[in-house]
């Protein structure tokens, strides 16, 4: 993979503080752990399995510190209903527990936890090993989103595109909140390259691809060649209104860098069409039925002229 990919996968905004999750039914143990991370992490918590379940789901942390012991469902059946569920299982669970037989901490492991703390907790014990597990899931992620990579533009590739849809649906419908979809397509760029050569082609390509990751600076906002000069743009808990917002800053700012292009009919620049779709908090459909409203957006913003931003009303 080339350095542009390679840097090109790293964030190009301040990185947000890592999120950690405590689960412990006992509030003054909380407490103590919060006082430990607050400044280092975003700290948020959980004094049930049930509820450090749907936090794991709906807003997923860097890394968990769970107590062994609580009424009703334990840290165990926590650890195993999380490492049980595709959208979970890489989230890395340090048990905390006051228990120090090796039966425990066996347990705990095989279950699939990182590690094993005992209480009281040292400071900086804790301290080190939230650290250090912490920077190998922000590794681990970083690998695995390499695999994702469009190697000439440095953006999400298809394959990459299709998963993620799927898993921003899905929270979506648990969490009710509104996820919107940008399909965008580069004007007239068959003319381009038969005009300028496919090496211009492609640093127009990258330029654009720039633009869009600079337009849409979210951490949970998805930029991904969908193929070609096509480009798709995954926008969590947007609405349509913000979402046509962003897209018509888009179209400008890809108009304004001012690539010459004297075999577009649309303006002597490069420019984009771009096709936007939302799915209401409440909704029925598929992913793809969300995919398919913002295509054939993007086909009517074409058909009208191009260089413009249509949208689909949502669909409930």
């Known amino acids: 993979m080339n350095s542009f990919a390679l840097s090109s996968a790293l964030p190009d905004t301040p990185a947000a503080k890592p999120k950690l999750l405590v689960v ?32 794991c789901k709906t807003n997923p942390p860097d890394l968990v510190l769970l107590d062994i012991v609580m ?11 999380l490492k049980a569920d595709t959208e ?9 527990t006051a228990h120090t037989d090796s039966d425990q901490e066996s ?17 900086a014990v804790v301290r080190a090993r939230v650290r250090t597990h912490v920077t190998l899931k922000q590794q681990s992620d970083l690998l695995r989103k390499m695999v994702f990579l469009d190697g000439l533009l440095g953006v999400f590739n298809r394959r990459y595109f299709d998963q993620q849809i799927e898993t921003e649906w899905s929270r979506s419908q648990r969490s009710g909140t509104p996820l919107s979809v940008l399909m965008i397509d580069v004007d007239f760029f068959k ?12 640093d127009c390509l990258r330029s654009v691809a720039t633009e869009i990751r600079h337009v849409l600076r979210r951490p949970a906002d998805v930029v991904a060649r969908y193929g070609g000069e096509e480009f798709a743009c995954i926008l969590p808990e947007t609405p349509l209104v913000d979402a046509i917002t962003l897209a018509k800053t888009l179209e400008q700012s890809v108009r304004a860098l001012g690539i010459p292009h004297s075999s577009s009919d649309t303006a002597k620049v490069v420019t984009v069409s771009i096709g936007a ?35 689909a009303e949502p669909q409930n």
Not at 31 to 48: C, I, K, N, P, W
Not at 88 to 96: A, E, H, L
């Open 277 to 311: 779709a939302c799915k209401p908090p409440i909704g029925s459909g598929t992913a793809s039925d969300l995919v398919s409203q913002a295509d054939a957006q993007l086909y009517r913003a074409k058909h009208l002229g191009r260089g413009q931003v249509c949208a």
């Open 24 to 55: 412990d039914d006992q509030p003054i143990n909380i407490q103590v752990m919060h006082q430990l991370f607050a400044g280092e992490y975003q700290v948020f918590m959980a004094t049930s399995g049930p509820q450090a379940i749907k936090l």
């Open 71 to 81: 009424p009703g469902m334990d840290g165990h059946e926590v650890c195993r209903q």
């Open 107 to 123: 347990q705990g492991l095989e279950l699939g936890a990182v590690d094993f703390i005992t209480k009281p907790v040292v400071p």
């Open 191 to 202: 003319r381009y390259n038969d005009t300028y050569g496919h090496l211009a082609g492609d």
């Open 88 to 96: 979970t299982r890489d989230i890395p669970i340090i048990f905390v």
